[in-house]
């Protein structure tokens, strides 16, 4: 971190310094499909036998497209409620429902603390689409434990350009959230993993893991929003592999 405190530091940057904290970098192993496969077969709560497992719950298609043009009339408003409102007025789906549903799904997922929050602010501040596509990324990370988890402890340890075989993330997910987990479910976390760019479809319909490198000024953000988020015990494991997978 100290490296970026130099002269040749741009101004915006030097504003933003003082929002972030000081962390070391986590270092994750490499593993193979069939080692991580084990470790996940292998853990176990409280000695009981039975594995550890989340309540699932129902998830939604990413809208990815609509977050980015969120991003972009956000720079207008002050008021969440304002701008929540020209969400619903100027989403492009005909149904007034699913325009509803859709910008309380933009506010709950990348604007929690209003169109001047930490994505309003970086967008004002530094205009870079690709930037505040880190910052988004993130933000649905951990709003979406399903997908936050599949990235965090699925995809992160394995290596980078590597074929993800589709039995793999569906045994994962039903190893981490219950056997039950709904096949719809399952599916939707793949296609959004897909927006997100941490997949890509190749031919014969088999995903490729995307090669991820944060940039120093995205993690910074991140890391900004993540301090937020936890106690003086420092940032969690589990954050720490999405910090680093947001890019």
Request: aromatic share 8%; proline share 4%.
């Amino acid at each position: 971190m100290s490296e970026l405190a130099t002269e040749n530091r741009p101004r915006a940057v030097e504003q933003q310094m003082s929002l972030f904290g000081e962390a070391e970098q986590d270092a994750t192993a490499r593993g193979s499909f069939s080692m991580l496969e084990k470790e996940q077969a292998e853990k176990k709560n409280n000695g009981t036998g039975r594995r550890t497992r989340e309540k699932v719950l129902a998830i939604q298609d990413l809208l990815w497209k609509e977050a980015i043009w969120a991003v972009h009339q956000s720079e207008s408003f002050s008021d969440s409620g304002a701008f929540e409102q020209h969400l619903r007025e100027h989403l492009p789906q005909n149904s007034l429902e699913t325009r509803v549903r859709y910008a309380q799904n933009i506010m709950r997922w990348f604007f929690p603390d209003g169109p001047h929050g930490v994505v309003g602010q970086v967008w004002a501040i530094y205009h870079r689409q690709p930037l505040v596509e880190e910052l988004l990324r993130y933000r649905y990370l951990v709003a979406e434990p399903m997908v936050g988890a599949t990235v965090a402890e699925a995809l992160h340890p394995i290596a980078e350009n590597a074929l993800v075989p589709s039995s793999y993330l569906d045994n994962f997910l039903r190893s981490r959230f219950g056997d039950m987990t709904p096949a719809k479910s399952i599916k939707r976390v793949k296609a959004n993993l897909r927006k997100l760019s941490f997949l890509v479809r190749a031919k014969g319909e088999k995903d490729t893991l995307r090669a991820l490198c944060p940039s120093a000024t995205g993690l910074l953000l991140a890391l900004r929003v993540c301090s937020a988020r936890v106690d003086q015990c420092g940032v969690p494991q589990d954050r720490w592999r999405l910090l680093l997978s947001v890019s």
